[in-house]
C-alpha cells in the first residue's frame, strides 16, 4: 500500500468520525483509473461528446469529476476549451463570463467562470489517452468557500499517468503553523497532511503524531 493511499484512508476515518462536519469519502471508480475526495459517494453518467460525469454536492456546493476524450475535445487549449463548452450548454455568450487577473483573479492553473449568478472553478489535468476536467460550481453567495474547498478538492485528485498534484510548503515551519489560517477542519487537516507527505515533512513531530506514529 502507497503511502498516499494510507493517508487518504487515515484521512477518510478522521472525517468520519465527526472531527469535520462533511463526511469526505475517498472515491475510486470501478476502472480505476483516477482517485479523489468527495463530499458523499458520486452519482455517475454518461455526458455529450464521450464525457463521463461524477458529481456529488455539498450543501450548497457542487463537485465534479469529468473524464474526457481527448480525440473527441482536446484539452490543448485549457480555458478556450471549457468556455465553449458552457457556451454551448447555455446557448448565450453573454451568460457566460471568464474571470481573470482584472476581476481580480491572478491567472493559475485554475479556470473561473461567471454563469450568470453561478461561479464555476475549472482545473484540467491532462493523461496520455484522455484528460480529466475537475469543476467546483456555488452560487455568487457561496463562492468564497467553493474556492477554499475547490483548493483541496483539485488537490486531492490523483490519476494513472499524473500523479498528485504539487503541494506548496515552506521548508521547516510546522504543518499546523502551515495551515492554521485555513477555514474550515477539514481544509486544514488536508492542508496538514498533504504537507507531511512532502520530502522533509514526513519525519517532522508533528507528522508523526498526525499518522499516529
Known sequence: MTRWTI???WLACWVSTGAAAQKWTVYTPA???FQVLFPQPPTRAAEAEGAV???ARAEDIEYVVYRRDPRQDPAGDGARAIERRLLREHGDDRAVRRMGEDDGYPETEEHV???TN???????????DRYYELVVRSYLENFPEARNTARDFFGSFRAAGI???PATATPGVAPDVL????SNAFSRTFCEYRTCLQPGYFSHPYCKQL???
Open 211 to 213: 499518522f499516529g506514529r
Open 163 to 165: 500523479g498528485l498534484a
Open 7 to 9: 493517508a487518504l484512508c
Open 179 to 182: 495551515c492554521k489560517d485555513r
Open 53 to 55: 460525469a461524477f458529481k
Open 118 to 128: 453561478t461561479m464555476s472553478i475549472h482545473r484540467l489535468f491532462v493523461a496520455r
Open 31 to 33: 476502472e480505476r483509473d
Open 113 to 115: 467562470f461567471r454563469i
